[in-house]
């Protein structure tokens, strides 16, 4: 008995001492990104950048003099792993800030943590409007765009490519449900007479598009506007090639299927008509700061052709260290106010993160995927920045 | 609604439901087989596809771009999964056919685990690209001459699928039903005591199965390949469709594989047509009905008591 309490007593001395780890001579960021599985192609790319940021604070003496320390969690594509995860960052490792997120679930799911525990957090990628609307808590801030800002850029498209008839065909999920809905609602703003002919909701993780592809075939639509991304957006391209499918419509898409990470991979098997977003490209330079972060990051990376996501993690450890400088600290409640209305310089441009809705002003490059002499690969050309809605 | 009454997009739909069902079948054919025999439910069949499709990759993109460097992918995947297997089977799950169906089940999980880890090692997280075969790049006009108002072409890949299924379910019929070493396999499902005590190696039956099964699904990750993206996660959404076909079908049961996997085919592609919104639990409530009626499965035997 007297060995069980003192085992017992011990246990409670090392938790004691796991809570309040967080001391006055490091920041630690709690960063959560899909680093195995399915989301592994993302999450890797992201804590690259994430790495980076943290490597450049450091190399210039701290944020707010302080050392930054990442503690880095695997939050998979699940939401209920990524909360689990976000409640040890806090209680075991005492993190002063949670950064990251990729699914929209996933990032909804850490906001909520975030919310109970009184902690920051900073969605870097996940997109979904409930994030910093119906679901807006104090401590929850996007640093990625939104499925508002990308639905509304989906509209303008389909005026600039003159689009009539429109299959709407989004993943059935919190992503994709909420980039269909700001696209309706932009859809009578850019393109009074275009009208939705067919509404198709793939799932999550499908691998099969052939059944989809001849739904769209035979609705006669002349226009795709969807988000499907990554892999999904690979397979329907695969599959629906072989139909024709892209010399019937024109295909616009959100989810950053422009990315390089996907044109490169594709190489070939990429398809015509295809006019679809980044947040970034390693060949378009809009800014000399960005010259000098992409090579910075083709350093790390091993390759000029580096991809998009590095860039959205990196902007979001940056926002939080020039708020702990203007904070002069990291009190949750001051580094609040500093966040809200703060502007930095990013490689894509200057940001900033609005006071109200705690959403900063990310735009996305956007234009057709042309073939180019000389390549193995699509690029987009021209390249087009298209602000958030407002702007 | 009105799709249903064009001729053309039922057509498709029909035939897309056959290619579906035939890469599906594929590797579920691999699955059933190697519980029917070793009564294992191999979770690792998944990543043993994903593996298929990761050696297809690399054998076709150290090729020049022939139509014969598809194949030889394809015949390299279902080679190195029959080593991959030979060396689970022998070195590890060989050990494990005494302990109870936990322990099995948790062995191949943790394969599912170390193979994904290894494919990250080997190939990375990226996304992969296989392009078709030559030859098989294009489409077949199924219209002859007719005049239509939308082209009735097919894509001469899946078509190929649609081929290929059943003549791997008919020489797998033929092995089984007609050999002297499918009938080897098929004693030992039904008793494995009595083949032993009739002088048989069983121990090499259940090494040769697992073999063969393990490199089905290396073949159905090969023929995957240039459908869909190559990538780490692939083996999820897979197994989950094999156990929804061989529960559907029967564990066990060839034929049952077979229907199972049609079944699949076309409650995807018909479903979206006509329950649009519910796509996503229709291959679940479809099992579950299955459940419900025949517990064992359509062509599966209630389980009989051990003896």
Known sequence: ?391 | MSMLTNPTIVFLQFMNSISLGMNLFIIAAGLTLIFGVLRVINFAHGVFFMFGAYVCYSVVSRMAETAGAFWLGVLAAGAALAVIAFIIERGLLHYLYDKEHLMQLLFTFAIVLIMGDLAKMIWGTDQYSVPKPEGLKGAVDFSFGADLAMPLLYPAYPLMLCVLGPVVAIGMWLVLSKTRWGRVIRAATQDREMLAALGMNVPLVYTAVFVAGSALAGIGGALAAPRVAVSPGMDVTIIVECFIIVIIGGLGSLWGSFLGALILGFVNSFGIMIFPNWELVLSYVLMLLVLLWRPWGLFGQPEADGH
């Open chain 1, 1 to 391: 008995m007297k060995r069980f309490v003192t085992s017992f007593a011990a246990a409670g001395l090392t938790l004691a001492a796991g809570y309040g780890a967080a001391s006055a001579d490091e920041i630690k960021i709690g960063v959560l990104y899909p680093t195995s599985g399915g989301g592994a192609i993302y999450g890797g790319p992201a804590m690259q950048g994430h790495d980076l940021a943290v490597e450049e604070i450091n190399a210039a003496g701290g944020a707010n003099g302080v050392k930054v320390v990442t503690v880095a969690r695997d939050s998979k594509l699940n939401p209920a792993a990524a909360a689990a995860a976000a409640k040890e960052l806090i209680t075991k490792e005492g993190v002063n800030v949670l950064i990251g997120g990729l699914a929209s679930s996933v990032g909804l799911a850490i906001s909520e943590v975030a919310r109970q525990e009184k902690v920051i957090y900073i969605a870097t990628i996940p997109k979904s409007i409930k994030i910093t609307r119906e679901k807006l808590h104090p401590y929850v801030f996007r640093t990625a765009s939104n499925t508002d800002f990308e639905g509304d850029a989906l509209a303008q498209m389909v005026k600039r490519v003159d689009g009539k008839k429109i299959c709407d065909v989004q993943l059935d999920y919190a992503y994709g449900h909420d980039l269909a809905d700001g696209f309706i609602k932009a859809l009578p703003s850019h393109a009074p007479d275009a009208e939705v002919v067919l509404t198709l909701r793939p799932k999550l993780g499908a691998t099969d598009f052939n059944a989809y592809v001849t739904q769209i075939m035979g609705s006669g639509c002349d226009t795709v506007v969807s988000g499907l991304w990554g892999n999904h957006f690979v397979n329907l391209a695969k599959q629906g090639a072989p139909f024709g499918l892209f010399n019937q419509v024109t295909y616009i898409s959100g989810g950053e299927i422009a990315s390089h990470e996907i044109a490169g991979k594709m190489g070939a098997d990429y398809p015509d008509n295809v006019v679809s977003n980044t947040y970034e490209l390693w060949y378009h330079s809009p800014t000399e700061a960005h010259k000098k972060f992409q090579a910075r990051l083709a350093k790390k990376a091993g390759t000029e052709e580096t991809a998009m996501w590095p860039m959205l993690a990196y902007n979001g450890v940056m926002f939080y260290r020039a708020a702990v400088e203007k904070a002069g600290g990291t009190d949750a409640e001051k580094v609040i106010e500093a966040l809200r209305g703060l502007t930095i310089e990013t490689p894509v441009g200057p940001l900033t993160i609005n006071a109200e809705d705690h959403q900063a002003n990310t735009g996305q490059f956007w234009g057709p995927m042309k073939k180019q002499a000389g390549r193995k690969y699509r690029m987009m050309d021209p390249v087009t920045y298209i602000p958030p809605p407002g702007e």
